[in-house]
T-cell receptor, first 113, second 112 residues
Framework: GENVEQHPSTLSVQEGDSAVIKCTYSDSASNYFPWYKQELGKRPQLIIDIRSNVGEKKDQRIAVTLNKTAKHFSLHITETQPEDSAVYFCAARSTGTASKLTFGTGTRLQVML | SQTIHQWPATLVQPVGSPLSLECTVEGTSNPNLYWYRQAAGRGLQLLFYSIGIDQISSEVPQNLSASRPQDRQFILSSKKLLLSDSGFYLC???????????FGSGTRLTVV
C-alpha cells in the first residue's frame, strides 16, 4: 500500500517568513495530493490540493509543488501569520477502490510574533 | 450544499462499556465514507471505509466495527471499550476519487 512520509515534524518561523513542508510517497500510481490544516481541537480542513497532471498550484499565500519523478510534493506558505499556526497534514490518494487517502504524520507549524 | 454531521462531540466511557458513534452526510448520494482515529498529538489512522451500503472494509484489526445501514449513515461501534480506544474519532466523506475528504467535527472519546 501507499506510504507517505512528512518532514519536519515541527517547524517554527518568524511572522512574515516562509514555511516549507515536504512529503514523499511510495506508490507511483498515486494521482491526487491534498493538504489539510488542523487547528487545536478541530477537524482537519482541506487548504489546497494538486493532481498528478499538474506541477504547481497556488492560492494566495499557499502553494503546492509536485515532482512525480522523485515522488515528492511540498507545501509552501509565504508571509506567514500567527493564524497559520496549526498542524498540517499531507496525503496521497492511490488509484483503486474507495479512493483512500494515506496521510503523513503531520507538521506542527508555529508562527512566532 | 453537502454537510456532514457527527455526534456526540465528546464522550467519557468506562472500560468494558459499549460504544456507538454516528455520522451522516446530507446533500449527496452514494458517498465514500471513512472512519479515522487520531491519538493525542498524533496522525490520522484509517479504521474503516465504505463505498456503499453493506460494503465496509477494515484497515486495522481491533475491537471496533463499522456499519452502514443507510446510504449516508456510517456508524462506529464497539462491544467493549479498551483504554487504548481513547482518541479523537473523525468521520469523513468523499464523492469520488477526484475530490478530497471533508471531515466531520469529530468525537473526542476518553475511556476511563
Amino acid at each position: 500500500g501507499e506510504n507517505v512520509e512528512q518532514h519536519p515534524s515541527t517547524l517554527s518561523v518568524q511572522e512574515g517568513d516562509s514555511a516549507v513542508i515536504k512529503c514523499t510517497y511510495s506508490d507511483s500510481a498515486s494521482n491526487y495530493f491534498p493538504w489539510y490544516k488542523q487547528e487545536l481541537g478541530k477537524r482537519p480542513q482541506l487548504i489546497i490540493d494538486i493532481r498528478s497532471n499538474v506541477g504547481e498550484k497556488k492560492d494566495q499565500r499557499i502553494a503546492v509543488t509536485l515532482n512525480k519523478t522523485a515522488k515528492h510534493f511540498s507545501l509552501h506558505i509565504t508571509e506567514t501569520q500567527p493564524e497559520d499556526s496549526a498542524v498540517y497534514f499531507c496525503a496521497a490518494r492511490s488509484t483503486g477502490t474507495a479512493s483512500k487517502l494515506t496521510f503523513g504524520t503531520g507538521t506542527r507549524l508555529q508562527v512566532m510574533l | 450544499s453537502q454537510t456532514i454531521h457527527q455526534w456526540p462531540a465528546t464522550l467519557v466511557q468506562p472500560v468494558g462499556s459499549p460504544l456507538s458513534l454516528e455520522c451522516t452526510v446530507e446533500g449527496t448520494s452514494n458517498p465514500n465514507l471513512y472512519w479515522y482515529r487520531q491519538a493525542a498529538g498524533r496522525g490520522l489512522q484509517l479504521l474503516f471505509y465504505s463505498i456503499g451500503i453493506d460494503q465496509i472494509s477494515s484497515e486495522v484489526p481491533q475491537n471496533l466495527s463499522a456499519s452502514r445501514p443507510q446510504d449516508r449513515q456510517f456508524i462506529l461501534s464497539s462491544k467493549k471499550l479498551l483504554l487504548s480506544d481513547s482518541g479523537f474519532y473523525l468521520c469523513a466523506w468523499s464523492k469520488d476519487r477526484e475530490y478530497g475528504y471533508t471531515f466531520g467535527s469529530g468525537t473526542r472519546l476518553t475511556v476511563v
